[in-house]
């Protein structure tokens, strides 16, 4: 007999479904044009590249502190001070494998089994499904027509429930809506006045196309911030990231990382230090993203797909299919199958209203844009 848990029991992630579809499809040499996921097709930069080879001919690749090294932590916090200009102290920075693991671990250190955390809703599908998997209650709110939280929405909310935390993202999955300063600030000083410990994802940070990056930290010292290499640095696969944590919460997130992890990879750790040095080469990137951006915010709409939020940040665009489908879920997989085109169903981000919606991925090569729309045109004549 073989027992399976109620933790195994999550929403899958529709995304990475879709993946591994339009990856049977490529082996099989269809010419399958990936919108899906939200992965630079860019490498990581020659100078994070030749990092890693120099440090695998040394051949000292082994654990390191549970916290990461000094020399990747101080990285990290100088990058700070350059970017934001503000001051974090080394001891505060931990490095962890991915975002991923930074959510793991977070959310084991700061909320026990009950405890009831606010998202909003739509919002990337691993916050809902680790915090499930963990025992926390997920409280998501619905943002209707509102591109991002707003302070009011998480009033409302704690009226009806006793919330120990907030998670937010800005720039965001899915919809790419930034928070603007005044509203991240009244969202995180109402956030303190409840008592509601809140975390802030900043994994989209450097892609934000309508103004400068925020930071929570600027704005509010014990919030804890999470970000990662894989987005504006090109470097999904070698799964890196980090978080800044108010002091109380270091010891406690090095206690579950010795034991979940050990440590993160050290040649990513060692690679991921050079990442910081070769802006010039990543915003080359940027650019690209922008010129995508800019084409599927005209063509999307042409073709039937209405823009659901403001294309502010990150790669993506969420858009309403209802006047092509009520089944974004079927709709996706017809395109896929039809069309060589693939794209993620709302459901992902969304579990009441995510029929409705779809999200496509302008990570990609320019190329390739031009081609999946045009695809998607004949397709839907």
């Known amino acids: 007999m073989v027992l399976v848990s109620r933790r195994g029991q999550v929403e899958p992630f529709h995304a990475m479904d879709v993946l591994a579809e339009a990856n049977r499809l490529k082996a099989a040499g269809a010419p399958v044009i990936s919108m899906a996921v939200g992965q630079p097709s860019d490498p990581a930069p020659a100078a994070v590249r030749e990092a890693a080879a120099r440090a695998l001919r040394d051949g000292n690749i082994g654990y390191t502190d549970a916290l990461g090294t000094v020399a990747f932590r101080s990285a990290v916090a100088r990058h700070y001070l350059e970017h934001y200009g503000i001051e974090v102290p080394v001891e505060r920075v931990v490095a962890t494998t991915g975002s991923s693991a930074a959510f793991n671990l977070v959310f084991l250190a700061m909320f026990d089994p009950g405890d009831a955390v606010a998202i909003a ?20 709110i619905e943002m209707e027509d509102a591109p991002y939280l707003t302070a009011e929405q998480l009033q409302e909310a704690s009226k009806r429930h006793k919330l120990k935390g907030l998670l937010f993202a800005s720039p965001a999955n899915p919809t790419g809506a930034v928070v603007p300063e005044d509203a991240m600030r009244d969202l995180l000083e109402t956030a303190k006045r409840l008592g ?24 509010d010292d014990d919030v804890t911030v999470i970000n990662s290499f894989s987005k ?17 919460l270091v010891r406690p997130v090095e206690r579950i990382q010795q034991s979940l992890y050990i440590s993160p990879p050290e040649l990513s750790q060692i690679a991921a230090i050079e990442a910081f040095g070769v802006s010039a080469d ?7 993203y922008s010129t995508n ?9 042409e073709l039937g797909f209405s823009l659901a939020a403001p294309m502010d940040g990150a790669f993506y665009a969420f858009c309403d299919v209802s006047k092509l489908t009520n089944d974004s879920m079927a709709f996706a997989r017809r395109m896929l199958a039809e069309a060589y ?5 709302g459901r992902d981000f969304d579990l009441a209203q995510g029929s409705r919606f779809m999200r496509f991925s302008y990570a990609g090569r320019h190329e390739d844009m031009i081609e999946a729309l045009d695809r998607i045109e004949r397709w839907l004549a």
């Open 293 to 301: 951006r800019d084409l599927l915010m005209r063509r999307l709409p």
């Open 121 to 140: 809703s739509p919002g990337y599908p691993a916050y809902r499904n680790i915090m499930t998997a963990l025992g926390i209650e997920v409280v998501e």
């Open 196 to 219: 509601i410990s809140v975390i802030s994802d900043e994994i989209y940070h450097r892609l934000n196309f309508v103004g400068p990056d925020v930071t929570a930290l600027s704005l």
């Open 282 to 288: 990543l915003d080359v990137v940027k650019a690209r």
């Open 232 to 248: 504006y640095y090109c470097m999904t696969g070698w799964r890196i990231g980090w978080m800044v944590l108010p002091e109380a």
């Open 341 to 345: 085109v693939a794209a993620t169903p």
